[in-house]
């Protein structure tokens, strides 16, 4: 069955911190594969994408991820956090081609410690 | 330039009781979606529409109805609210494959 596993439901770090936020997905072709991002109150915001090509995509706000095939994963990673990072982080598998068939991960929030 | 907007912005309903969520974007996408996110799952598609006139039906349809008669406005159509319902509702629109998000419906069913 295809699915998307994020395994940390909450993940507090400190900030000027690392982060890593896992995105682990089952899926039966190649997959388009996103990060999105959701602030307090708000919609929802892409972070990154990857199709092809190298597999560490940079997105916005200083993120980026690895695509690992081998793995099957998908990780979100930020060198230092900013109490504006906190939010919950969103991960999504698709055909790239038909965005309603995307399926979505179950979020991470992100709690940020002074 | 407002993006996707949607209203209202909370809500509360009596079991039964019938409303309508309103989505409207304004960057001429042709496809729409609309999602709810309940605590602790990802989203999940409601319905769908890749042009005016044309929609199709979401993972969880049930209980809920869509029309796209421009290719601005994409409303959703409660017409019998069940607590099963309580939840918070995301209108979506792409071009490609980034899909831009309205702020969201907060739904409470009582």
């Known amino acids: 069955a295809q699915s998307v596993t994020q395994p940390d439901i909450h993940i507090t770090v400190s900030e000027g911190a690392s982060l890593e936020l896992r995105c682990n997905y089952s899926?039966?072709?190649?997959?388009?594969l996103f990060w999105y991002v959701q602030s307090p109150g708000q919609g929802l915001q892409l972070l990154l994408k990857?199709?092809?090509?190298d597999t560490l995509v940079q997105g916005i706000k200083g993120f980026e991820a690895e695509f690992k095939r081998s793995q099957s994963s998908f990780n979100l990673r930020k060198p230092s956090v900013h109490w504006s990072d906190a939010a919950e982080y969103f991960c999504?598998?698709?055909?790239?081609?038909?965005?309603?068939?995307?399926?979505w991960g179950a979020g991470t929030k992100l709690i940020i410690k002074p | 330039n407002a993006g996707v907007t949607q209203t209202p912005k909370f809500r509360i309903l009596k079991i039964g009781q019938s409303m309508t969520l309103q989505c409207t974007q304004d960057?001429?996408?042709?496809?729409m979606y609309w999602y709810r996110q309940d605590p602790g799952m990802g989203l999940k598609l409601i319905y769908y529409?890749?042009?005016?006139?044309?929609?199709d039906k979401g993972e969880v349809p049930n209980g809920y109805n869509v029309s796209r008669s421009t290719t601005e406005d994409f409303p959703l159509r409660l017409e019998l609210a069940a607590p099963s319902q309580t939840s918070v509702y995301f209108c979506?629109?792409?071009?490609?494959?980034?899909?831009?998000f309205g702020p969201g419906t907060r739904l409470t069913v009582l």
């Open positions: 999504a598998v698709g055909p790239g081609d038909s965005n309603y068939q995307l399926i």
């Open positions: 899926y039966g072709a190649t997959p388009y």
């Open positions: 990857y199709f092809s090509g």
């Open positions: 960057m001429n996408h042709n496809y």
């Open positions: 529409s890749v042009g005016a006139g044309i929609t």
């Open positions: 979506a629109s792409s071009r490609a494959d980034t899909q831009y």
